[in-house]
């Protein structure tokens, strides 16, 4: 006979808060982020762009290819 405990049984019970105890810890929490820079961000949103960019020529380039080879595979290019 074994006794098997479930889930609840083996967390202690937590005592339950109000919305200020809540916001209070939320706010808290926020002080312990560590937030980007200025430069860091507009670093980070240049990247993302330029890789943007880069990724909509380079699947142009596939789909106009892919589009002509396909046209010229089954004789509808012209």
């Keep these: 006979m ?3 405990m479930t889930d609840q049984e083996s967390e ?3 005592k339950r ?3 200020l105890q809540f916001f209070g ?3 808290a929490e926020g ?3 560590t937030w980007a820079t200025r430069q860091e961000v507009t670093v980070s949103v240049i990247m993302v762009l330029i890789m943007a960019l880069a990724a909509s020529v380079f699947f142009f380039l596939v789909d106009t290819t892919l589009r002509l080879l396909m046209g010229l595979v089954l004789g509808v290019g012209s």
Excluded: D, Y
């Design 17 to 19: 808060g109000g919305p």
């Design 25 to 27: 810890e939320v706010r």
């Design 31 to 33: 002080r312990k982020v």
């Design 2 to 4: 074994t006794t098997e």
């Design 12 to 14: 202690p019970q937590r």
